[in-house]
């Protein structure tokens, strides 16, 4: 049975849930849509910690719906599917990402940006189409529309696959929007985190030189020797900054947290761009001047479509990319946000749910 207050779905479930704005995690029990036509339930095996769940658990964008189960980078094993499905079929390995609903006949739905559409679904805390609430992957399945699941190649362990759900889309769409695709070009890259990290290997993939942007030093041997990057600036050094404007063609900002915009614009060539992904709590400063004088542009991008994360994770099939990893237990998840809140993590917690996620 669901708990109390939550409309009953013919499909049970179980997962672990937060009931408030502490964030604290715990076994939830509650249903599921049945099976429709168009539809592919899926049995989760790993699902990856995102940041965005920890400001969700803790109501940080003052948007969350409680009892809230988070996760959106979901990998697992067909099911069930509909009878008008023909992109998957049983046993199939899959991925479900950031969303599970749009409206499909909008300008963005059109070009296929489902993932600008207004009226667009999200996994888990967003509003389906039958006025239920829509719960992610720390939980044991989940029915999803075909349109909005993806194949994950044989090639990719799934384990490394399901961060790309999210943080491997997240940079890959910015890097091929805005042209930073093109082989030989000079690419910045701030913050190495779960987002960093992957930004790192993609552009690297493409022919990219990469230089790291980090306030932390100790960063440099892992972004150089591990992840492959060329260079590294500790953004803190001006002496380090100074010998390196003009030099960059973009620059994809994966920061959350405040910081100043004026030294990244100052890194960029006549034309450069600079990318925003992460989303800090308060306005950051951007001044015009360095923009004006430059032709520069400051942009912004959010995840991708369907038809390019398929994309995206073929593409990483193909280079071997993949996210770098620490897989926990369910019972672990509550002191990996205390350790996320920290950026204890090298580069993304994935939650081993087919193994250790089981109902009492």
């Known amino acids: 049975m669901a708990e109390s207050g939550e409309r009953e779905l013919p499909r049970k479930a179980f997962g672990w849930a937060a009931r408030d704005s502490s964030g604290i995690l715990s076994p939830f029990t509650f249903s599921r849509r049945a099976n429709g036509d168009n539809d592919v339930t899926l049995s989760i095996i790993f699902c990856g910690i995102c940041h965005s769940d920890l400001h969700a658990l803790k109501n ?75 719960y ?23 384990d490394r696959a399901a961060p790309l759900l999210c943080a491997g889309i997240t940079v890959y769409s910015p890097l091929r929007h805005y042209g930073l695709s093109e082989p030989g070009q000079h690419i910045g890259v701030v913050g190495l985190g779960g987002l960093g990290h992957v930004a790192v290997k993609f552009a690297k993939a493409f022919g990219a030189k990469v230089t790291v942007i980090s306030t932390s030093p100790n960063k440099k041997q892992d972004a150089i020797e591990k992840l492959g990057a060329d260079s590294f600036l500790v953004s803190r050094d001006p002496e380090q900054i100074m010998a390196a ?24 060539k006549l034309d450069g761009k600079l990318i925003m992904l992460g989303i800090p709590d308060k306005p950051l400063e951007l001044p015009l001047f360095p923009l004006i004088m430059g032709r520069k542009i400051v942009a912004g991008s959010c995840i991708g479509g369907m038809q390019e994360t398929q994309e995206m994770i073929d593409f990483a099939a193909k280079h071997n990319i993949t996210a770098d990893i620490e897989v926990v237990p369910i019972d672990y998840v509550n002191n990996a946000m205390e350790r996320l809140a920290k950026a204890d993590v090298q580069y993304r917690f994935v939650i081993d749910i087919a193994n250790t996620l089981k109902a009492t």
């Open 60 to 134: 940080e964008w003052t948007n969350s719906i409680y009892p809230i189960v988070p996760g959106h980078e979901i990998v697992g094993q067909v099911k069930e599917v509909g009878k008008n499905v023909t992109k998957f079929k049983v046993g199939d390995k899959v991925g479900v990402g950031c969303m599970v609903g749009s409206c499909r006949s909008c300008h963005s739905c059109n070009k296929g940006c489902e993932n600008y559409c207004p009226n667009i679904i999200f996994t888990y805390n967003s509003v389906d189409r039958d006025d239920t609430i829509t």
């Open 136 to 158: 992610g992957g720390y939980s044991d399945m989940v029915v999803v529309d075909q349109h909005f699941v993806v194949k994950v190649p044989d090639v990719i362990p799934l």
């Open 245 to 268: 404007i003009g030099t960059m063609d973009g620059i994809i900002d994966t920061v959350s947290a405040m910081h100043p915009l004026l030294p990244l614009l100052a890194l960029l």
